[in-house]
């Protein structure tokens, strides 16, 4: 299937690691020119140029960071002078859900909480604010959020009040913004193979003598029974970006390999 993507242009926050990277290399790969940012310059260079070189479109890093508004509306200036214009923004820019923070009522408190929608949240909402005015003038436009399947389990308050706010930005986005041609969507992807865990799982490997795919199979709860790699994420998240997609916006996808159990409809 042709998505029809050839000559589209993006900008894929959070796109020098993981999902982010991984979207990024999914849209190049269809013929998208794409804007990478995050905060630290040198790795986020370094992965625009290898992501040139694979694909063969442009891709540019631009240093952002999306906890300041000035920086979000510098980044979106900077692709459309750079590109011509933007048709699809993916938010991918967040850090793990509250690393090393307690989950609990007791140890959850307020800094942890805003933290978390400082980082994601907002700034999910600045890059998209600072955007739609290009996709409603064109009258076309996608915005892909990356959220995350703990908007549908409590494990963490905090984890679970930023993922279901993202999918809550989605919705009025997609209301607000679907009569002037632009469509909006989230993913929420479940433990997902990417840098970060690769090195968890080597230095686990390394000190109990026991192969990484045993580990991942350990730690695969889901309906397939196996991790899921960020390329796949980016796959549903590349259709998303795509004409071809345009039945779908304002809802959530889930892209975990299948959460056994509940229905959810």
Do not use: C
């Not at 029974?225 to 304002?250: H, K, M, N, Q, Y």
């Amino acid at each position: 299937m042709d998505l029809n993507l050839d000559g589209k242009r993006a900008i894929v926050t959070g796109g020098s690691k993981g999902i982010g990277y991984a979207v990024a290399r999914g849209l190049a790969n269809e013929g998208v020119d794409v804007v990478i940012a995050a905060r630290t310059s040198e790795p986020l260079e370094a992965a625009a140029r290898t992501l040139t070189r694979e694909t063969g479109r442009q891709v540019i890093a631009v240093a952002t960071d999306t906890g300041d508004d000035d920086q979000v509306r510098a980044l979106v200036e900077s692709t459309v002078a750079e590109l011509g214009g933007v048709d699809i923004l993916v938010n991918s820019a967040a850090t793990p859900w509250s690393a090393g923070a307690s989950s609990d009522l007791a140890g959850t408190d307020d800094e942890t909480v805003r933290r978390e929608i400082e980082i994601k949240v907002l700034g999910y909402l600045r890059t998209a604010r600072a955007v739609a005015p290009h996709l409603v003038e064109q009258r076309w436009g996608r915005i892909i959020n990356i959220s995350g399947l703990g908007a549908r389990q409590a494990n963490s308050i905090a984890q679970t009040i930023r993922n279901i706010s993202v999918s809550a930005l989605t919705k009025n986005l997609a209301d607000e913004l679907g009569p002037s041609g632009v469509n909006v969507t989230v993913v929420h992807p479940g433990l997902t193979r990417t840098e970060r865990l690769t090195e968890r799982l080597t230095a686990d490997a390394v000190k109990s003598g026991r192969a990484i795919a045993d580990l991942e199979a350990e730690i695969a709860r889901n309906t397939l029974r196996r991790v899921i790699d960020a390329s796949e994420v980016a796959d549903v998240v590349t259709f998303l970006a795509s004409p071809r997609s345009v039945a779908i916006t304002g809802d959530a996808v889930a892209a975990g390999g299948g959460v056994p159990g509940p229905v959810f409809y």
